[in-house]
């Protein structure tokens, strides 16, 4: 099961609280403004800023 629209439309950077949107992979959610990826793990967002990884 993949992250649901309801829970995307509300999730927000944890550091600028930008909205973040789905990569194209499905296994990430991207900040453009910070310019960072949030994994999804198990299907849950894991939305750490020591969790990010710089986007490419």
């Known amino acids: 099961m993949a ?3 309801t829970l995307l ?3 927000v ?4 609280k930008e909205k973040v949107e789905l990569n ?18 198990d299907d849950i967002p ?5 969790e990010a ?3 490419d």
């Open 46 to 50: 894991v939305m750490l800023i020591e």
């Open 24 to 41: 194209e992979g499905g296994d990430g959610l991207v900040c453009g403004d910070c310019r960072v990826v949030y994994p999804i793990e």
């Open 9 to 11: 439309e509300i999730l």
């Open 53 to 55: 990884r710089p986007l």
């Open 13 to 16: 950077c944890p550091k600028c």
């Open 3 to 5: 992250v649901s629209e």
